[in-house]
C-alpha cells in the first residue's frame, strides 16, 4: 500500500512512519506538490495514481466543507483523518501517538479492500474509526 501524508501532518512522519513500516510507502504529499498546493489540485492528481493511495490527513474540517467534501467523495480515495488534537500536539507526543496507531490505520484500511471510506483515528485512544463510506 501506498500511504500519503498531506502537508498538514509533519514531513518528518512520513520518514519515521517509513524506517517503523518499510512495507508499505509512505511518503509525504510535499514530495509531489509544492507546500501550499490547493485541495482542488492534489485531491484529483491523486485519484488519478495505480494504485491509489491511502491519504493521512491532518484536516479534519474537510468533511465539514461541502466543495472539499465533494472533491473527496469524487476522487474515491480512502481517507484517514487526524484531527485537530494531533496536529497541534507537540512533535513528541504526536510522534510515539502516530507510532502506537500506525499498525491499527494500516490494519483497518488494508481490510477495507480498496472500498473507498474515511476513517478518524482518535487522539486519546489512537482507535480508528470508519466516519463513511463512498
Known sequence: MKFILDEN????????LQAFD????IHSLL???????????????LSAWNPQPIVISG???I???RREWELVRKARIMWVLLGSAWIHAGWDIFAWKIIKAWPAIRDTVNAAANR??????GFRTTAVTKRCDF
Open 9 to 16: 501532518v509533519s514531513i518528518c512522519a512520513s520518514k519515521m
Open 22 to 25: 518499510r512495507s508499505n510507502e
Open 31 to 45: 514530495e509531489y506538490y509544492p507546500k501550499g498546493t490547493k485541495d482542488p489540485e492534489w485531491i484529483p492528481g
Open 59 to 61: 484536516d479534519a474540517h
Open 63 to 65: 468533511l465539514s466543507n
Open 116 to 121: 473507498p471510506a474515511v476513517f478518524e483515528v
